[in-house]
């Protein structure tokens, strides 16, 4: 990895919050001058006989295997579903056994984020699970370390485990200053960190 390439923020939603955090996200990385793809992954449904358009009508595009093979580093997005990630983001983790075969994401950084109804309604225990494929690909985790102040301030979302938002129980509640503050921090940190490791590339030759 000599040249940055691009930091994947792949993400699913239903109602919205979480692509906000998306976008926001995207905005930290690129502060690092370095490009953000925003992707996201279609719903799961039983009727799985229904296909949808490859294309989806609004907002970001699906994410393809390639999209995820060649990013240089990633930052994962799920609503909190009873503590864990939505499934159709598991869905697709689950489709990425030959990048775990071929070692394709080792090495390269990961953050996380969610979007909760209720305010201890599980994000550190969504943002750690999520955590587990990641290392389990062999990736380098990235928190937000508690020089972030927004980290101490907050009276929403912000974990050091990644960044969080309290939605309410019709989100109803935007993100705040803080909330957004940590979005940004969590997307400039993990560019930054992947220009560092792509620099340290090219001058080991
Ligand atoms: C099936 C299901 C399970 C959920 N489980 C939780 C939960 O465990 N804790 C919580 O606070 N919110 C839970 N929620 C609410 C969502 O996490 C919340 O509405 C989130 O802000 C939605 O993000 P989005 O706007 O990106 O879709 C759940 C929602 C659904 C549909």
């Given at each position: ?16 919050a979480?692509?906000e ?26 009727e ?5 358009p ?11 295997i390639d ?12 609503p ?14 689950d489709?990425t056994?030959s ?8 090495g ?9 109804a ?12 999520m ?12 928190g ?8 101490i ?13 309290h ?20 997307g ?18």
């Amino acid at each position: 990895m000599s040249q940055p390439g691009y930091v994947l923020v792949l993400y699913y939603s239903r109602h919205g919050a979480t692509a906000e955090m998306a976008r926001l996200i995207a905005e930290g990385v690129e502060q690092n001058g370095i490009e953000a793809r925003i992707r996201t992954v279609p719903p799961v449904a039983p009727e799985t006989t229904a296909s949808l358009p490859p294309v989806p009508e609004d907002g970001a595009m699906y994410c393809s295997i390639d999209d995820l093979k060649h990013c240089s580093a990633l930052i994962l997005g799920s609503p909190t579903r009873f503590g864990n990630m939505a499934a159709p983001l598991k869905h697709f983790i689950d489709g990425t056994s030959s990048l775990w075969l071929a070692g394709n994401l080792n090495g390269k950084p990961a953050a996380v984020f969610t979007s909760t109804a209720s305010l201890h309604g599980g994000q550190e225990a969504t943002l750690l699970s999520m955590q587990l494929p990641l290392l389990h690909h062999g990736m380098l985790l990235v928190g937000l370390p508690y020089s972030e102040n927004a980290l101490i301030e907050t009276r929403g979302g912000g974990t050091p485990y990644g960044a969080s938002h309290h939605a309410g129980s019709q989100g109803e509640r935007r993100l705040d200053q803080h909330e957004s503050q940590l979005c940004r921090a969590l997307g400039k940190r993990v560019g930054s960190i992947t220009a560092q490791l792509a620099a340290g590339a090219q001058a080991l030759g």
